[in-house]
């Protein structure tokens, strides 16, 4: 818990000169996330928003859609062998009544902080039915100008980025361009799912007005977690993939990547971007 940076001792040469000095540099350690005591994954994260991270999680892999189906979410005591709490455990409890899904066949145990995706058994295991499908009606309608905006908002607003330049960040705006909230975390994956678990324990899901914006590429796992959500506009600095705009075009999800400055490629769901001129 708090242990979102560490310090190390490195060596520094500049322009011939060597000196020692302590660096700040991004924390990174496991998280294993269990399911009314079960282990459900294990995902390399940055401390901080556990739990976000794993109601989130659980939105991302259809288990939950609703904070009412919580009951609780603890740290697991007793986690090591002499019963100590490393505070990397987490322990979801569902309420009673909510069905618990066979997800052992879906799932390998591991993901990495690069690539959540990686873990999945299955392409097929990914495209699970969202209960909250991109529906926002009247649709969001956002100007270029808007979006171009908005990247410099969610740097503003990166705080242990500026001191350890190691983490992506997640951020959801609302449709007038206001920032909603942001987290940072050294997997991309796992800071939107902190994001999608503060929403759900605030009761704000479906997140059918807002718009996410993600510091790196759009992979196809962004996509999914975007439309688990009920996102209807996901946006990123970088590159998506084939499969991503593949998805948000069968989901009515508007993708937009390569957004620097005025300049972006819309690669799905052009209808909800207010152009000014006809496109050429």
């Known amino acids: 818990m708090g242990r979102v940076t560490e310090r190390r001792r490195t060596l520094r040469i500049r322009d011939g000169a060597v000196s020692s000095r302590p660096d700040t ?43 009412r189906q919580v009951a609780t ?7 090591t062998a002499d019963g100590g709490n490393t505070y990397n ?63 410099d908002r969610l740097r503003a607003a990166q705080r242990v980025f500026d001191r350890t330049g190691g983490l992506h960040a997640a951020a959801l705006f609302s449709e007038e ?11 991309r994956h796992n800071a939107v799912d902190k994001l999608v678990g503060r929403a759900l324990t605030d009761h704000r899901l479906p997140l059918s007005r807002a718009v996410l914006l993600v510091s790196g590429r759009a992979s196809f796992e962004l996509a999914q977690k975007a439309v688990m959500a009920g996102i209807p506009v996901l946006a990123a600095v970088s590159a998506p993939s084939s499969l991503a705009v593949d998805l948000a075009a069968e989901s009515g999800l ?27």
């Open 25 to 67: 540099l991004v924390a990174e350690e496991p998280l294993e996330i269990r399911l009314n005591g079960r282990p459900l994954a294990i995902t390399m994260r940055t401390p901080g928003d556990d739990f976000a991270l794993a109601a989130g999680f659980l939105v991302s892999e259809g288990v939950i859609a609703d904070g």
């Open 73 to 79: 979410i603890v740290y697991c005591a007793g986690a």
């Open 89 to 151: 455990v987490v322990d979801v409890q569902l309420a009673p009544g909510v069905e618990v899904p066979d997800v052992t066949l879906e799932r390998n145990v591991y993901t990495t902080s690069s690539c959540g995706l990686c873990g999945k058994a299955s392409l097929d295991a990914v495209r699970t039915t969202t209960r909250h499908p991109v529906a926002d009606a009247p649709p969001v309608r956002l100007t270029p100008a808007l979006l171009s905006a908005l990247p």
């Open 177 to 187: 361009g206001e920032l909603l909230d942001v987290r940072e975390d050294v997997g």
């Open 254 to 280: 508007t993708l937009v990547g390569f957004l620097r400055g005025p300049s972006m490629n819309v690669y799905a769901g052009e209808h909800r971007i207010a152009l000014e001129t006809a496109a050429r």
